[in-house]
Nanobody
């Protein structure tokens, strides 16, 4: 199995910055892509940003230029730097590992999730 633990969520004001972290442990050979999702109250979980195994980061349009996803592969860590935060960024943020088709065929789950960390942005 793969375990993901997020940290860094907080209550902040509009325009503030936050850095979310996610540490991955367990069967880390299952890691291919890594990314962040979020879920606001009463809404579906949505994609925020991700880094594929061998590509560049990509983002939800509304966070481009404000959020940056990065990963430290030797330490199996993923980060989400969030700048210029807005009230509409308020949500529980989840770390995700995508095993990819190859590792999925070798017995990994298709996706792994953390328990989430709350980000609240007040106006």
């Amino acid at each position: 199995q793969v375990q993901l633990v997020e940290s860094g969520g907080d209550s902040v004001q509009t325009g503030d910055s936050l850095l979310l972290s996610c540490i991955v442990s367990g069967n880390t050979y299952c890691i291919s892509g890594m990314g962040w999702y979020r879920q606001a109250p009463g809404k579906e979980r949505e994609f925020v940003g991700a880094i594929p195994a061998d590509g560049m980061p990509y983002y939800k349009d509304s966070v481009k230029g404000r959020f940056t996803v990065s990963r430290n592969e030797p330490k199996n860590m993923l980060y989400l730097q969030m700048n210029s935060l807005k009230p509409e960024d308020t949500a529980v943020y989840y770390c995700n590992v995508d095993s990819g088709s190859y590792y999925f065929s070798k017995g990994c789950a298709r996706n792994y999730w953390g328990q989430g960390t709350q980000v609240t942005v007040s106006s």
